[in-house]
């Protein structure tokens, strides 16, 4: 009976030190408690991702600004005249200017390409001129030198006398995807400077707007307000690459209606290189004419891909003829990159100079196969 009080006094006493252990011991536990929600409402706001929208675009606009020129292109009523009739009856009576309406003018955007001196613009800005005059950032001015231009991509490259310029790193426009932000920086309505925002609404997008067979139109489309004067300007990524060169607008109006085009910059690169170093550009030619693989396309051919090129024909002693493409055949990738377009296909082979070889993805009677081209000049 003693040995039983004994044990029922000591759990009694047991109990009183936990209690009183748990009472003095709350607060610090509800503390805790209050710390630990605190923390994880600090992780539910932690800062956003790379790939995130940024909450500002001052960054990338800074980098980008002093890299944006303006460019101002004429020709002089002189050489106007030579285009055209020499013996034309109004020009004896009123004159050259009511004629030809005097110097032809217009003005646009560059980009500068390298420290020393290069730059990017749209051949459409300066194809005309016969004097070229550019503006830095910092309002210097130079005249300029066209070291050549390329109406198949509609770009140009200028060159002017000065070292020590600033310039921008290259993104990948491969790797851009649908719904990145972007940023427009050129001169629109010769207002200098400006900076308009957007996100890519589309990839390879072919507006018809170049005209020739050999012309590549993969744009990346925008909707960044871009405006008469933009053209020839930059468009960079939220981090201030160099994304693309400003090119074109959908309008029927002649100003922004909600779509831009530029040209990507991994053809930009070719053919801005191209110029610079042999004056022309140096184009790869497959020798096929092609279009887009339809549904109606892929049932006729008892395909079960809806996406991809169709060859419909075959031209006489090209490249594809020597590799052995066939009309029918569909392509589907280039050099491992998948290809759901005939735009996207140029854009890739439009990359490349004669004597490279790319390897050609093709579905044939519903097998695949990859067929190497060695390309050829045009």
Same mark, same amino acid.
Request: zero cysteines; aromatic letters at 6%; proline letters at 3%.
């Given at each position: 009976?003693?040995?039983?009080?004994?044990?029922?006094?000591?759990?009694?006493?047991?109990?009183?030190?936990?209690?009183?252990?748990?009472?003095?011991?709350?607060?610090?536990?509800?503390?805790?408690? *209050?710390? =630990?929600?605190?923390? %994880?409402?600090? !992780?539910?706001?932690? /800062?956003?991702?790379?790939?995130?929208?940024?909450?500002?675009?001052?960054?990338?606009?800074?980098?980008?600004?002093? $890299?944006?020129?303006?460019?101002?292109?004429?020709?002089?009523?002189?050489? +106007? *005249? =030579? !285009?055209?009739? #020499?013996?034309?009856?109004?020009?004896?009576?009123?004159?050259?200017?009511?004629?030809?309406?005097?110097?032809?003018?217009?003005?646009? &955007?560059?980009?500068?390409?390298?420290?020393?001196?290069?730059?990017?613009? +749209?051949?459409?800005?300066?194809?005309?001129?016969? !004097?070229? #005059?550019?503006?830095?950032?910092?309002? *210097?001015?130079?005249?300029?030198?066209?070291?050549?231009?390329?109406?198949?991509?509609?770009?140009?490259?200028?060159?002017?006398?000065?070292? +020590?310029?600033?310039?921008?790193?290259?993104?990948? &426009?491969?790797?851009? #995807?649908?719904?990145?932000?972007?940023?427009?920086?050129?001169?629109?309505?010769?207002?200098?400077?400006?900076?308009?925002?957007?996100?890519? /609404?589309?990839?390879?997008?072919?507006?018809?707007?170049?005209?020739?067979?050999?012309?590549?139109?993969?744009?990346? =489309?925008?909707?960044?307000?871009?405006?008469?004067?933009? /053209?020839?300007?930059?468009? @960079?990524?939220?981090?201030?690459?160099?994304?693309? @060169?400003?090119?074109?607008?959908?309008?029927?109006?002649? &100003?922004?209606?909600?779509?831009?085009?530029?040209?990507?910059?991994?053809?930009?690169?070719? $053919?801005?290189?191209?110029?610079?170093?042999?004056?022309?550009? =140096?184009?790869?030619?497959?020798?096929?004419?092609?279009?887009?693989?339809?549904?109606?396309?892929? %049932?006729?051919?008892?395909?079960?891909?809806?996406?991809?090129?169709?060859?419909?024909?075959?031209?006489?002693?090209?490249?594809?003829?020597?590799?052995?493409?066939?009309?029918?055949?569909?392509?589907?990738?280039?050099?491992?990159? #998948?290809?759901?377009?005939?735009? %996207?296909?140029?854009?890739?082979?439009?990359?490349?100079?004669?004597?490279?070889?790319?390897?050609?993805?093709?579905?044939?009677?519903?097998?695949?196969?990859?067929?190497?081209?060695?390309?050829?000049?045009?």
């Amino acid at each position: 009976m003693k040995r039983l009080f004994s044990l029922v006094f000591a759990g009694m006493v047991g109990g009183l030190f936990t209690l009183g252990g748990m009472y003095f011991l709350a607060p610090e536990q509800s503390l805790a408690l *209050r710390q =630990q929600h605190h923390a %994880e409402l600090v !992780n539910v706001n932690a /800062s956003a991702g790379l790939n995130a929208v940024p909450f500002d675009f001052k960054s990338a606009a800074k980098k980008a600004m002093p $890299v944006v020129v303006h460019i101002k292109a004429s020709q002089t009523a002189s050489a +106007n *005249r =030579q !285009n055209g009739d #020499e013996n034309d009856f109004f020009r004896n009576f009123f004159g050259d200017e009511w004629l030809y309406g005097g110097p032809q003018q217009g003005t646009g &955007s560059g980009v500068i390409y390298s420290k020393d001196g290069y730059i990017i613009t +749209n051949n459409h800005v300066v194809d005309f001129a016969d !004097n070229v #005059e550019v503006t830095l950032y910092d309002n *210097r001015t130079f005249q300029a030198k066209v070291i050549g231009t390329d109406a198949t991509t509609d770009l140009a490259v200028l060159k002017i006398e000065s070292d +020590n310029l600033p310039v921008l790193d290259i993104a990948n &426009s491969d790797q851009a #995807e649908v719904g990145e932000w972007v940023l427009a920086v050129g001169n629109p309505f010769d207002l200098t400077s400006t900076v308009t925002a957007g996100i890519i /609404s589309a990839k390879a997008r072919d507006i018809n707007i170049l005209k020739g067979k050999k012309s590549i139109e993969s744009f990346i =489309q925008t909707d960044a307000a871009v405006n008469p004067g933009n /053209s020839g300007g930059a468009l @960079i990524d939220a981090e201030g690459r160099l994304l693309g @060169i400003n090119s074109a607008i959908a309008t029927q109006t002649g &100003s922004f209606a909600g779509y831009s085009f530029a040209i990507p910059i991994e053809i930009v690169t070719k $053919v801005v290189d191209d110029l610079i170093q042999y004056g022309e550009t =140096q184009r790869g030619l497959i020798g096929i004419d092609i279009t887009d693989l339809d549904s109606e396309q892929a %049932e006729e051919l008892g395909l079960s891909i809806n996406q991809g090129v169709v060859i419909v024909g075959v031209m006489d002693g090209t490249a594809g003829q020597f590799a052995g493409l066939l009309p029918d055949d569909v392509i589907t990738e280039v050099d491992g990159k #998948e290809v759901k377009s005939a735009p %996207e296909l140029q854009g890739l082979v439009g990359r490349k100079r004669p004597g490279d070889v790319v390897n050609l993805t093709i579905t044939r009677n519903g097998e695949k196969q990859i067929i190497p081209v060695r390309l050829k000049a045009g």
